[in-house]
């Protein structure tokens, strides 16, 4: 079963509006979030977190935002870039467990300019 | 400062053969992780290493698949008796142990099993 799941495949924006990504979980152990952006041919590059006592992590153009109670968060970005053209991965830790993240299979953003 | 490497960046390997993927961790870093990605999947879990224990290896998919880390940096994941299903990319990442639990990963090493 998927713990972490990101439901669209694919978005496109234009290039200066706002990019929302989503996420959904259903495990209720998860204590820390994280978005990763990965170009092709390349490894997936760390982009920002939460901890699940916020409900909101900002830096820069980037914020994210949980909401424990619906077991959602989203990344929005703002404004967005061509640049940021890339997959987004979502990625959750559990309490108490190992270190392992688990991954949502990911939302390819296309910003087009 | 350098990043994770890991080698080789690809590898095409007939099925039945053992085939060696080695990574090199961040300096200093102590937590290391092994993960692959399917076509069109998220990242899978395989193993964790903190220091050259493993402490989580519950993500190897079978006996076929084992993994080790000698002077807690450079980590040889092997998989032997190769099967087309190991096709993937076998992405390493590394961590300081701290609260923020963010992993620096590598660019990956594709496998091809013929």
């Known amino acids: 079963d998927q713990q972490v799941k990101q439901n669209s495949p694919s978005l496109s924006v234009q290039e200066g509006r706002i990019s929302i990504l989503n996420c959904d979980y259903t495990?209720?152990?998860?204590?820390?979030f994280l978005w990763y952006k990965k170009y092709p041919a390349e490894g997936p590059t760390f982009l920002i977190s939460i901890s699940s006592i916020k409900d909101k992590n900002e830096d820069g153009r980037f914020t994210v935002f949980l909401n424990k109670s619906a077991k959602h968060l989203s990344l929005h970005i703002v404004p967005s870039q061509p640049g940021d053209s890339a997959v987004y991965f979502c990625a959750a830790r559990k309490k108490g467990g190992s270190e392992k993240l688990v991954f949502g299979k990911g939302t390819k953003l296309t910003v087009n300019p | 400062g350098a990043g994770v490497s890991q080698s080789p960046s690809n590898k095409v390997t007939e099925k039945g053969k053992d085939v060696e993927l080695r990574c090199d961790p961040i300096?200093?870093?102590?937590?290391l992780y092994w993960y692959r990605q399917s076509l069109g999947q998220g990242l899978e879990f395989l193993i964790y290493?903190?220091?050259?224990?493993?402490?989580?290896k519950s993500g190897l998919p079978s006996d076929r698949f084992s993994a080790e880390r000698t002077g807690g940096s450079v980590s040889t994941l092997t998989i032997q008796r190769t099967q087309q299903e190991d096709s993937a990319v076998y992405l390493c990442?590394?961590?300081?142990?701290?609260?923020?639990?963010?992993?620096?990963f590598g660019p990956g090493t594709r496998l091809t099993v013929t």
């Open positions: 495990n209720s152990m998860f204590d820390y």
């Open positions: 990442a590394s961590s300081f142990r701290d609260i923020t639990h963010e992993q620096y």
């Open positions: 300096s200093g870093h102590t937590a």
């Open positions: 290493f903190q220091g050259n224990s493993a402490p989580d």
